[in-house]
C-alpha cells in the first residue's frame, strides 16, 4: 500500500488555525495561493472587506495583529467540517484569550469558509467578530 504525502484540504485548514496564534503574518501567508481572497464581509469602519492576494494580506495582517499586543492568545480551537465540496471546509473557531482587564475566556470569535485548491487557500472568508475585536483593540 502506498501512502500518500499530499496534504488533504482539511489537514491543510487545521495547519493554518494551528499557526494563529503565533501572529506570524509570513507563516499564515506561505498556506495561501498567490491570487488569494481574503474577505470580511462584517467589519467595523476602517477595516477593509477584501484583500487579494499574498502581499496585501500579509500586511493587513501584520497591522492588525500589532494593535492586539495587549491581548494574549494561548490556543485557538478550529472546529473544522467538511463539505460535500472537497475543496470547502468551514470552521467554527474559539480562541483561549486574556485581554487586558478581564479574566482568561476561551471565546467564539468567528466562522470561517476556506476554500483550498492544489494544497493552496484561494479563498478565506472570515466572518469574524469584528465588534468585539474593536472593543480590545481601543482600550
Do not use: C
Not at 487557500?121 to 472570515?126: A, H, S, T
Amino acid at each position: 500500500m502506498v501512502e500518500s504525502s499530499v496534504e488533504s484540504p482539511r489537514e491543510l485548514v487545521e495547519r493554518l488555525f494551528a499557526s494563529l496564534p503565533a501572529r506570524d503574518a509570513d507563516a499564515f501567508v506561505q498556506l495561501l495561493a498567490a491570487d488569494v481572497v481574503f474577505e470580511i464581509p462584517f467589519v467595523v469602519p476602517g477595516m477593509p472587506t477584501r484583500l487579494v492576494g499574498r502581499e496585501e494580506i500579509r500586511a493587513h495582517l501584520t497591522q492588525r495583529w500589532s494593535n492586539l499586543s495587549g491581548i494574549e492568545v494561548h490556543d485557538i480551537y478550529p472546529e473544522v467540517h467538511e463539505t460535500i465540496d472537497p475543496e470547502v471546509i468551514l470552521v467554527e473557531a474559539e480562541v483561549d484569550m486574556t485581554v487586558p482587564g478581564a479574566q482568561r475566556a476561551r471565546v467564539r470569535t468567528s466562522v470561517n469558509v476556506v476554500r483550498v485548491r492544489d494544497g493552496k487557500v484561494v479563498l478565506f472568508r472570515d466572518y469574524m467578530d469584528t465588534a468585539r475585536l474593536a472593543r480590545h483593540t481601543e482600550r
